[in-house]
Structure formats: C-alpha cells, structure tokens
C-alpha cells in the first residue's frame, strides 16, 4: 500500500485495524495524525543523506584521490565484500589507493543509484588508462571501461560495510591480460 493510502480504502478489505498509512521508500506503518508527516519526511532525509554518502565517497576519494576525507566517511569498523574476501577500512583504503596509482586518470560515473533504509545501491562505471603499476603488473598504457555495483551500508553518516562486485574479466582484456 502506498503512503496515503488506508487499507479500508481498500475492495474487500473492510478491517479497521490495518487503516494504516505506508511510507515508499521503507514500507514502514505510519499512524494517523500529524506525526506521519514528520516520520515520512525524517525517512525521505535518511535515504537521501546516505547517498550523498556513498556519492561523495566515490566523488572524493575515488575520482580526485582526497584520501583525508576517509576518516570523515568510513567508519573505523568498515568491512568491504570483494570478491569472496573481507578487508577493514585500512585494507580498503590501500586498495583504493592502488588503483588510483594504477589508473592516474581514474574517473567513475554513477550510473543509478538507488537507496532504502540504511543501504544504499549505486551502479557505476569507471574508465582510465593504466599508466600506474598495480597489483604487481607494470604500465601497459591502455584505457579500460569497468562496471559494478556497489552496495553500502551506512550508520551515522558513514559508511560501515559495502558489498562490492565488478566486471574484472572486462578490465583484464582491456588491459590484454585475458581474451
């Protein structure tokens, strides 16, 4: 049901005791009364919050290498999901900066982005030429496009555990690694 909608508005349903409003974005019962204006718009401002979050991580830190703001945007507890292993914030942090060094010209663009609750979804796509070492392998100088999604969760204005995939096999052959 959606958020002004009661289910005694509903056909059929007849029950009084589910005239209830909803809120969009979490699904979560709001109560009749002056308070479900205020519990709609505090749910509205959470999710919107957390994606300047995940945003301005990806901003920042990926795209123009602000490595300071780490601190202010990853929590101290932060656990990253890559690729079936779990790394901390410092880990994380030394892996971002990898592949800043791989790809100097590093530049990611959200393509959607989707929140709810305390979770945030953002499709992105990255592209740069590998002018850096990274992960061992000397410069080869060729450009590579990389998709993924990244799925962060966030408590008080940070991010504390992300969940992350990527289209590796395409910057392998990009980069004539693999064909």
């Given at each position: ?95 971002v900066k990898a592949y800043r060094n791989g790809f ?76």
């Amino acid at each position: 049901m959606l958020r002004g909608a009661t289910a005694t508005s509903v056909p059929g349903s007849g029950n009084p005791e589910l005239s209830k409003e909803f809120s969009i974005d979490r699904f979560i019962p709001v109560p009749h009364g002056a308070g479900s204006k205020a519990k709609w718009k505090e749910t509205v401002m959470g999710t919107t919050e957390n994606k300047a979050v995940s945003t301005r991580f990806i901003q920042e830190v990926f795209n123009n290498g602000n490595y300071d703001l780490i601190e202010d945007l990853v929590d101290e507890g932060f656990v990253a999901h890559l690729g079936g292993s779990d790394q901390g914030r410092d880990a994380f942090t030394e892996m971002v900066k990898a592949y800043r060094n791989g790809f100097p010209d590093y530049h990611c663009v959200i393509d959607d982005q989707i929140a709810e609750a305390d979770q945030v979804v953002t499709r992105w796509t990255f592209d740069g030429t590998r002018n850096g070492q990274l992960m061992g392998m000397p410069p080869t100088g060729k450009r590579v496009t990389v998709t993924g999604v990244a799925i962060d969760r966030i408590a008080d204005g940070k991010l504390v555990e992300s969940w992350l995939e990527m289209d590796a096999q395409r910057m392998l052959q990009d980069l004539g690694v693999t064909s």
